[in-house]
């Protein structure tokens, strides 16, 4: 649900499953927000293309633009899954593209101009791309500059500045960020290793079901790669290889399914995410 008053585009493309908040501002020359996108409240959004696969999470107080964001190269293009968290500034006056299923944590910022003093005095300016690829978690108050190209599948520690390319699969941190070990991602677990995270995940989530007074009775198990939820004479199962889910459908069933997003098991269908 959202309304087109508070939307100033030359090409709209919106799915209707999109949720917007209040109090949001697009400004663009070209919009596309593909299926289940849910933007929050005070979100602004300036650059000449913004184009969204699907599934953007976009927390409260992001702000998409500041200066340089009115060229024809000021574009976004952001993959499927992707979570971009409060108070995030993307600055791209020059191109930013995020791939598939990354994390962008509170307060980044994605910078790809920066520049002040005279030039002609020797001082820097620095004008240039970011690329981050798919399955990559930038946290928190981190800072990524221009020219910057981050790999699949990285790990970047809080507080980081990126000032420089990160190759796929390492874990990087520090201020400017260092590469601190290389070829950690994607790491492969045994089955073991993944019976026991995922049950000591179970386990959280019913006492979690419990304290909101969810009085019917609840029983759930994980078994070769599904998690079986009963709930009295119903069934639901969740595939974690295939990420699909299958049987009774209800508020207790979603609950879980939310509650695996947030534990790191995304399950997409047909409908958001949601918790009781």
């Not at 990160?166 to 260092?178: E, I, R, T, V």
Request: charged share 25%; proline share 4%; with cysteine.
């Amino acid at each position: 649900m959202f309304s087109m008053s508070n939307i100033n585009a030359d090409k709209i493309d919106i799915h209707p499953s999109v949720e917007i908040g209040k109090n949001v501002t697009i400004d663009c020359g070209t919009i596309k927000l593909g299926e289940f996108c849910k933007i929050g409240d005070d979100v602004t959004i300036t650059c000449n293309s913004f184009e969204v696969d699907s599934w953007l999470f976009m927390w409260h107080g992001v702000e998409v633009g500041r200066g340089g964001c009115n060229g024809i190269d000021s574009n976004v293009k952001i993959g499927k899954g992707v979570g971009i968290f409060e108070n995030t500034v993307l600055n791209p006056s020059e191109p930013i593209e995020i791939g598939d299923n990354c994390g962008i944590g509170a307060d980044v910022m994605i910078w790809t101009h920066g520049a002040w003093l005279d030039i002609t005095q020797g001082f820097p300016s620095d004008f240039g791309p970011v690329k981050i690829g798919k399955n990559v978690w930038l946290p928190a108050r981190s800072i990524v500059l221009p020219n910057v190209e981050i790999g699949d599948n990285v790990v970047i520690g809080t507080n980081s500045i990126i000032n420089r390319d990160l190759p796929s699969g390492c874990f990087a941190a520090g201020s400017p960020c260092k590469v601190i070990k290389e070829n950690v991602y994607p790491k492969k677990l045994s089955d073991e290793e993944i019976e026991i995270m995922i049950t000591n995940i179970l386990e959280d989530w019913l006492k979690l079901i419990r304290s909101k007074q969810v009085t019917r009775n609840i029983k759930v198990r994980y078994e070769k790669q599904n998690i079986y939820l009963n709930q009295s004479y119903h069934e639901t199962i969740y595939n974690i290889e295939e990420r699909t889910i299958n049987g009774h459908i209800n508020n207790v069933s979603e609950d879980l399914r939310d509650y695996l997003r947030r534990r790191g098991i995304k399950i997409y269908t047909d409908r958001f995410f949601k918790s009781i």
